[in-house]
C-alpha cells in the first residue's frame, strides 16, 4: 500500500501539501492539486484515518447511538447522519443498542473521543443523561437528538422536535374528517418515548369534546408485531371505533394488517393515521397518512452544531426545535360511513 511520502515524491510536492490537498485545506495551485491527484489515483493512496487521528488528536469520525437499526425509522435517520457527516468529511460509526443501555455505556467509553471526534445521540427509552453530561465533561461534544420536548431543556446540546404537536396534528385530522369513535395504539409505556404524543392525541381529543375512555387506549412494542397485536386486541374489544390514532408508523403498518386480518377495510370501515413518516409508509396499501418529523433535517443540523461545538461556537449548551411537522393525507383516513 502507497504511503503519503510516495504520492508526494511521484506528485514532486510535500506530504503536507498532499495532506492539504485531500482535506482541501490550505492554497493550492490547480496543476498542483490535479498532480496530487493523479499521483494518489496512480498509487491507489487511500488515507490511514487512525494514524490521522493519532498525530491530529482527533478522529475524522463522528459516532450516532441508536437503539435499533431493524426500525425503518432509525436506518433512515442513520443514512441522513452519514450524508451530513461526509459534506464535512466525516466517517460515521454506529452504535445499535438493542434497546439494551450498557451497550450504550460500552460503546461511549470506548470509542468517544478517541474513535471518534464528537457523538450523535438518538433519543431512546434508556437515555442516561448523566453519563453523556460525563462524556461532554471528558472533552468530547454529544448532540441529543430527537427530543421531543421543546419546553424542557434536558442539559445537553439538543435538537428538538414537538412531539405533543405532532400528536395534535395527526389526532385533530380524524376528528376534522368527522370520527367521533376514535382509539389509540400508543407504541411505547405510558410515560415512555411517545407519552407526548399521546398526551397531543388527547389535547385533540379534548378539544372535540370527545371522550378518551383507558378501553379506547393500547400500549405496546415500538414494532410491526406490537402495533399488529395491539389493533386485533383493541378492534376486537371496541368493534365500533370508527378510526386509530398510532403514535408512529411502524406500528400503524402493523394496524393496518390486523384490520385486514379482521376483515374491516381501511379506510372505509376504519381510518388509521400515524406519525414519522418512514418510507414505507407511502408504500403499504393503502398508503398511510401521517404526520411527517423532520427527520432529515433534524440529522443534517446535527452534524452542524457537532461541527459548531468542535469549533467552540457555543458557551452554554443549545437546544433548538427544528420546524416541519407536516401532516401528509395518503389513502388510510377518510371521513367515517354515514351512520357510524
Known amino acids: 500500500m502507497a504511503t503519503i511520502k510516495e504520492v508526494a515524491a511521484?506528485?514532486?510536492?510535500?506530504?503536507t501539501t498532499v495532506t492539504n490537498v485531500l482535506r482541501g485545506r490550505g492554497r493550492t495551485g490547480d496543476a498542483t492539486r490535479q498532480r496530487v491527484l493523479d499521483a494518489v489515483a496512480h498509487l491507489g493512496y487511500r488515507p490511514n484515518l487512525a494514524a490521522r487521528a493519532l498525530v491530529e488528536r482527533k478522529a475524522p469520525t463522528f459516532a450516532l447511538v441508536l437503539t435499533c437499526i431493524t426500525n425503518p425509522f432509525y436506518s433512515e435517520l442513520m443514512l441522513y447522519v452519514d450524508q451530513a457527516a461526509r459534506k464535512h468529511q466525516r466517517y460515521l460509526i454506529v452504535c445499535n443498542t438493542d434497546y439494551e443501555a450498557e451497550k450504550e455505556t460500552r460503546f461511549l467509553d470506548e470509542v468517544a473521543g478517541s474513535l471518534s471526534d464528537g457523538v450523535i445521540v438518538a433519543n431512546n427509552p434508556g437515555l442516561n443523561v448523566e453519563h453523556l453530561k460525563q462524556i461532554v465533561a471528558q472533552g468530547t461534544p454529544v448532540v441529543l437528538n430527537l427530543w421531543e420536548d421543546p419546553d424542557t431543556h434536558p442539559g445537553l446540546p439538543c435538537l428538538a422536535f414537538d412531539g405533543r404537536a405532532a400528536g395534535r396534528m395527526a389526532a385533530g385530522h380524524l376528528t376534522e374528517l368527522g370520527?367521533?369513535?376514535i382509539g389509540a395504539i400508543i407504541a411505547s409505556p405510558k410515560d415512555g418515548m411517545h407519552n407526548l404524543r399521546y398526551l397531543g392525541f388527547r389535547d385533540a381529543m379534548r378539544k372535540a369534546r370527545l371522550a378518551c375512555p383507558a378501553a379506547a387506549v393500547r400500549?405496546?412494542?415500538?414494532?410491526?408485531?406490537?402495533?399488529?397485536?395491539?389493533?386485533?386486541?383493541?378492534?376486537?374489544?371496541?368493534?365500533?371505533?370508527?378510526?386509530?390514532?398510532?403514535?408512529?408508523?411502524?406500528?400503524?403498518?402493523?394496524?393496518?394488517?390486523?384490520?385486514a386480518h379482521l376483515g374491516r377495510p381501511v379506510p372505509a370501515a376504519i381510518s388509521v393515521v400515524s406519525i414519522t413518516n418512514i418510507m414505507s409508509s407511502s408504500q403499504s396499501r393503502p398508503a398511510l397518512t401521517t404526520v411527517a418529523i423532520p427527520t432529515a433535517a433534524m440529522a443534517a443540523r446535527g452534524v452542524e452544531l457537532l461541527m459548531e461545538i468542535l469549533e467552540r461556537k457555543h458557551d452554554a449548551p443549545p437546544m433548538e426545535c427544528i420546524p416541519g411537522l407536516e401532516l401528509i393525507v395518503r389513502e388510510s383516513t377518510a371521513a367515517p360511513r354515514p351512520g357510524a
Open 10 to 15: 511521484h506528485a514532486g510536492v510535500t506530504p
Open 219 to 259: 400500549f405496546c412494542a415500538d414494532t410491526f408485531e406490537g402495533g399488529k397485536a395491539a389493533a386485533l386486541d383493541l378492534l376486537s374489544a371496541m368493534p365500533d371505533l370508527t378510526a386509530i390514532f398510532v403514535s408512529n408508523d411502524l406500528a400503524a403498518l402493523g394496524v393496518l394488517e390486523a384490520a
Open 179 to 181: 370520527h367521533r369513535q
